[in-house]
């Protein structure tokens, strides 16, 4: 009896060690033997400070600026793993339409509304480039390089916007970032040999710009009763404006020294640029023949070149009965173009 008791012991104590039967209950348990590593390779570059200035160094950010005139992004960037891990610093600008929302940099929009600048370090060889407008509408003057020390380095993109580069209407605003709408977005990038990047953005203006020229004076001869007496060849209008337009030429009725006066309603033009076939002066003031727009109305932005050239071919019809004479008084030509603001 006593062996019998020993083994039902010996069965029980060994049914425990194998688990089958547990003593108590486990309501959590704990494994602290593995373990997680993290190894930073590279430090992410650092945009210590930035501006838009222009050529006096006076910070145009948050301003508008003229067309014409050298400007200035500079900026100074440090890099930690040292200088030759900047690969590019690229600086995208645009004119944002009303759209702050996004980063809108796009060329197929035109090369009046697009920027895009660079500093190439990919080889150790700084190198500048004007990657977009391609065709002169904005163009890269000297940059410069500064080095402070083995890490930090300060840039300056110098540029002069074109002549019809798109203006900014309505009133600025100041603050950080993208706040002004219908102004100019900028944002300026830093890219190292492991991709990191780091990145600020601001914006500032543009004034309007109008300006326009003239390739010559007309001169038509003819006979009373002769219709289309046409001049010897076209002139040329030359214009720049950086936004929506208007063109108009107008006159007075020219006249004789002795006083004699030729309706300003026989004097037609013809221009294939303006698609304009045997258009005639008005009689009525202020007189003006649009070549583009109307009193109320504007041709849309160029969105690509810096002028646009206007043909026109002037003839007169000359009535029956005018009095024989040379009509050089009151006998200029008015051309004006006008920028809207808007």
Same mark, same amino acid.
């Given at each position: 009896?006593?062996?019998?008791?020993?083994?039902? @012991?010996?069965?029980?104590?060994?049914?425990?060690?194998?688990?089958?039967?547990?003593?108590?209950?486990?309501?959590?348990?704990?494994?602290?033997?593995?373990?997680? $590593?993290?190894?930073?390779?590279?430090?992410?570059?650092?945009?210590?400070?930035?501006?838009?200035?222009?050529?006096?160094?006076? !910070?145009?950010?948050?301003?508008?600026?003229?067309?014409?005139?050298?400007?200035?992004?500079?900026?100074?960037?440090?890099?930690?793993?040292?200088?030759?891990?900047?690969?590019?610093?690229?600086?995208? /600008?645009? &004119?944002?339409?009303?759209?702050? @929302?996004?980063?809108?940099?796009?060329? $197929?929009?035109?090369?009046?509304?697009?920027?895009?600048?660079?500093?190439?370090?990919?080889?150790?060889?700084?190198?500048?480039?004007?990657?977009?407008?391609?065709? =002169? %509408?904005?163009?890269?003057?000297?940059?410069?390089?500064?080095?402070?020390?083995?890490?930090?380095?300060?840039?300056?993109?110098?540029?002069?916007?074109?002549?019809?580069?798109?203006?900014?209407?309505?009133?600025?605003?100041?603050?950080?970032?993208?706040?002004? %709408?219908? +102004?100019?977005?900028?944002?300026?990038?830093?890219?190292? +040999?492991?991709?990191?990047?780091?990145?600020?953005?601001?914006?500032?203006?543009?004034?309007?710009?109008?300006?326009? +020229?003239?390739?010559?004076?007309?001169?038509?001869?003819? /006979?009373?009763?002769?219709?289309?007496?046409?001049?010897?060849?076209?002139?040329?209008?030359?214009?720049?404006?950086?936004?929506?337009?208007?063109? &108009?030429?107008?006159?007075?009725?020219?006249?004789?020294?002795?006083?004699?006066?030729?309706?300003?309603?026989?004097? =037609?033009?013809?221009?294939?640029? /303006?698609?304009?076939?045997?258009?005639?002066?008005?009689? /009525?003031?202020?007189?003006?023949?649009?070549?583009?727009?109307?009193? !109320?109305? &504007?041709?849309?932005?160029?969105?690509? $070149?810096?002028?646009?050239? $206007?043909?026109?071919?002037?003839?007169?019809?000359?009535?029956?009965?005018?009095?024989?004479?040379?009509?050089?008084?009151?006998?200029?030509?008015?051309?004006?173009?006008?920028?809207?603001?808007?």
């Amino acid at each position: 009896m006593r062996k019998k008791i020993i083994a039902i @012991l010996v069965l029980v104590s060994l049914i425990n060690i194998a688990g089958v039967v547990a003593a108590t209950d486990i309501g959590s348990v704990e494994h602290s033997d593995s373990t997680l $590593t993290v190894t930073v390779t590279g430090a992410t570059p650092v945009i210590q400070w930035y501006n838009f200035t222009d050529s006096a160094g006076l !910070s145009k950010i948050d301003a508008e600026v003229d067309v014409g005139s050298v400007y200035n992004f500079t900026v100074r960037i440090n890099d930690t793993n040292g200088w030759s891990d900047i690969e590019y610093v690229n600086i995208t /600008a645009w &004119y944002d339409n009303g759209n702050d @929302l996004t980063d809108n940099y796009n060329t $197929t929009v035109g090369a009046n509304l697009n920027m895009f600048l660079q500093y190439k370090n990919t080889t150790g060889t700084a190198e500048w480039s004007m990657l977009w407008p391609t065709g =002169g %509408e904005a163009t890269l003057g000297t940059c410069g390089e500064v080095v402070i020390d083995d890490y930090t380095h300060n840039l300056t993109f110098r540029f002069t916007p074109g002549n019809q580069i798109r203006h900014t209407p309505g009133a600025y605003t100041v603050g950080a970032g993208w706040n002004w %709408e219908r +102004s100019w977005n900028f944002n300026i990038s830093v890219v190292d +040999s492991t991709n990191l990047k780091a990145w600020v953005h601001d914006e500032y203006g543009i004034y309007r710009y109008s300006s326009i +020229s003239v390739s010559g004076s007309v001169t038509i001869s003819g /006979a009373p009763g002769q219709n289309w007496c046409e001049a010897p060849s076209s002139i040329d209008v030359t214009c720049s404006s950086n936004g929506n337009y208007s063109l &108009y030429v107008n006159m007075s009725d020219p006249r004789t020294s002795s006083g004699d006066v030729l309706n300003n309603e026989t004097i =037609g033009l013809n221009s294939t640029a /303006a698609s304009k076939t045997n258009e005639h002066f008005p009689s /009525a003031a202020p007189y003006r023949l649009y070549l583009y727009g109307s009193g !109320s109305t &504007y041709a849309a932005h160029k969105t690509s $070149t810096t002028s646009f050239v $206007t043909d026109i071919l002037y003839h007169c019809d000359i009535p029956l009965g005018q009095p024989t004479g040379t009509y050089d008084q009151y006998n200029n030509l008015y051309y004006v173009l006008t920028t809207q603001d808007a």
